[in-house]
């Protein structure tokens, strides 16, 4: 049968793009060889978050006497969090299906691949037929980075996928890479009472994110247990320890039940015959697109983690829906200039736009307006006891160029910040917007001022 996109991976861009141009007519076949959702729903973003919910609530339970409410001592059941994670998946990928059948795509459960091109039409073979596309849409995603450390192929480590299965806690657990993925891991497991070490190569964890509010972050989860070792490179692991060499070049053993990698992802460009069309590459391994999500073939799409641009699920989503307009004949362009950040740790840390680092290093010219949190009587009404900084960066026109936000709910108003930097306002037509009160988002009007 020929369809006028087929689409490879139905993760966020793959699901994304099959809905929207289902929505406008077109005939798509989207195939997907394990699970609808991807990695985000179902190894990555959404089981995260539903662990880390719990987390806080235990967080939370623990410390509420701060706010003058009295209960028994908190416990948790690793067992029934993980249950509750299943059930979560099993819904959301349930929507999911629900949205592709009521627009009328076709799914193939099973491993794509791409047997060629002729005359114009793309043939991709899966489950042992063949079909056939006008239009093709890569959205395979991207695996994690495995480096080459002496031993770690003879010891049982997690990736983020094994970790999100957990059936035990271990006593010690060393987190190799302090990204993301590796905080968001730290603050859970810390608020289950596991040891946690952390150990990064650079110079301050997270690292794309605003520097000073990284430290203040580490700083405060380094008072809560953790361990944290920094221009430290891992050198060797066994199954009792890992060693790595420090900034001084002093090379130090620490013990660890369980080693977790998590030193970041790659695209997944291999195995299902990208070789035969012979896309354009980046020194990387990313599929090299232009702003409309084309590759070197001009009726060849590629979104998502394969592109390299931003491996977050909602720039997966935004790409999906510029190819599909393309496709379609739309005027629209993808634009990475508002892509928000967020660490969802405890408290968050969230970011959107140039980082003061970046501001630096491109040698633009810039002001910083920074406010602590407890400016916002919500938040203080929130967050007994916790501190937690607003910042917003403008250039000579006193346009805003980045915020950067640490405190809770800190993911929840990001986006407030995301429209302004995508709309180019200014501090004045900023301050015209309403804020309502009481909100935590009201330090963002307020930090301004400054």
Known sequence: MLYDIIILGGGPAGYTAAERAGVAGLN??????????????????????????????????????????????ASFDLAKMMTRKNKIIRKLVAGIKIKMRENNIAIVEGKGFISGKKNDIFSIICNGQTFFAKKLLICTGSLPVIPQIKGLHDVDFWTSKEALSASELPTNLIIIGGGVIGMEFASFFNSLDVKVSVIEMLDEIINGMDKELAAMLRTEYAKRGINFYLHSKVISVSNKDVVFENEEGKQISIQADKILLSVGRKPRTETFGLENLNLEKDAKGNIKVNNYMQTSIPDVYACGDVTGHSLLAHTASREAEVAVNHILGKSDEMSYQAIPAIVYTNPEIAGVGYTEEQLQKKGISYKCLKLPMAFSGRFVAENEGSNGVCKILIDENETIKGVHLLGNPSSEFITVATMAIEAKMNIEQWKRIVFPHPTVHEILKETLYI
Do not use: H
């Open 28 to 73: 798509v076949l989207l195939i997907e060889k394990q699970a609808l959702g991807g990695v985000c729903l179902n190894e990555g973003c959404i089981p995260t978050k539903t662990l880390l919910y719990s987390a806080k609530i235990l967080d939370t339970i623990r410390s509420a006497s701060k706010y003058a409410v009295f209960s028994n001592d």
